[in-house]
């Protein structure tokens, strides 16, 4: 037997099924237009997290994802999880930010059914810039700066500043 429950508080749509789980501190704010999702997945917010509008959380398949204290998401943020997304104390997310622990498998004929998956781990003090994505298996480690717009998939030392390297192209029509 399936359970569902969903729950709007102040314009927060909160979708739990099968077992999920969903912790979110008193001292937490969310804006409206937050939509968080869990399937037999678990989600937790630390104290003093803050959102703001447009912003998605999914924990699915048993996936867990953790939040620490004083965690700021700005606007249009995504994060989907599958199986483990640990974010530290007091890091910030500037908007249009995507983190997925997982992608889907292909080979030569295309994309094939299931998933693979890689633990995102995000340590304490980090910011990351507007329109970044952190892929599955990515460990940033503290303290660190991400620049707008980079692609993480890697392991980044603590207190580096990552910016990609960007070339404007300007021709003639």
Not at 17 to 28: A, E
Not at 67 to 80: A, D, P, Q, S, Y
Not at 104 to 126: L, M, Q, S, W
């Amino acid at each position: 037997m399936i359970k569902k429950a969903c729950f709007i508080m102040r314009g927060i749509i909160a979708r739990i099924r099968n077992q999920g789980r969903i912790v979110l501190p008193f001292h937490s704010h969310l804006e409206k237009r937050t939509s968080i999702y869990t399937s037999n997945g678990q989600i937790e917010f630390g104290h003093g997290f803050t959102s703001s509008t447009n912003t998605a959380f999914s924990a699915v398949d048993g996936g867990k994802m953790k939040f620490g204290e004083r965690v700021n998401v700005n606007r249009n943020c995504i994060f989907v999880c599958r199986k483990s997304i640990i974010i530290g104390n007091h890091c910030s997310f500037g908007p249009n930010v995507c983190v997925y622990d997982h992608d889907h498998k292909y080979n030569k004929e295309g994309i094939t059914a299931g998933y693979k998956y890689g633990e995102v781990i995000i340590e304490d003090y980090c910011w990351i810039g507007a329109g970044v994505t952190i892929l599955r298996g990515s460990h940033i480690g503290k303290g660190c700066i991400i620049g707008a717009g980079c692609l993480i998939k890697d392991n980044i030392p603590p207190h580096s500043i990552v910016t990609m390297e960007r070339c404007l192209r300007i021709r003639e029509i």
